[in-house]
């Protein structure tokens, strides 16, 4: 091989990671919708243990009685356990964008789908939680009209049967639409945003 031949395999050879300054200018813009994803994931972390926290003394605000009390709380075992494995997946994954320097079109291209990954976990956790929300509002109202004196010998007619159960399929599709609006809101506009400049990084 002699030296045209290096030069030209030199110059045919793709340097994937070299970024010329007026991309890296472009990649390192992707900061400003990361650092709003890393604040909000931050604040969501927050009000997840606050809410927690709160649906945790339902009993003791309420006065449950003890049998009530045993049940909501083997119920509430079970929501916590999901809540604490979801909450530790978007707990690694905070960590992961604290770490990231968008410094080459790679790391921005794998912190897009990162986030992209991480949004439909987000709207996972939401669903997961939505049977947990049905049987609550359940418990609470079978709580509430068990007060009622012959509650037990009331019978429920079909069209009211028919009326609970359109209840709860509307809670849960209000359920699904609110997770859609609050993921896009509170991370999709900003990914988005960085997806937008990986399409402005293909277009050179």
Partial sequence: ???????????NEKPENVILPKNLEKIQSANTPLDKIRKN?????IY???SITLIGIVPLLFGFSPKMTFFYYLLFSLFVAVCVYYLTKLYFFYKRLNKITLTTKDSLYETYFDIRLNMELYKTFGFALTPFLVLYLLGFYYYKFSKIPGFYDLDFSN???????????????SMGISL?????HFYGKFAKEIKKVIDELKEE
Avoid: P, R, T, Y
């Fill in 41 to 45: 994931l931050k604040i969501e972390f």
């Fill in 1 to 11: 091989m002699d030296f045209n031949d290096i030069q030209n395999a030199w110059n």
């Fill in 48 to 50: 997840q243990i606050i």
């Fill in 159 to 173: 069209s009211e049967l028919i009326g609970f159960f359109l209840i709860v399929v509307f809670v849960v599709l």
């Fill in 180 to 184: 859609e609006w609050w993921v896009h």
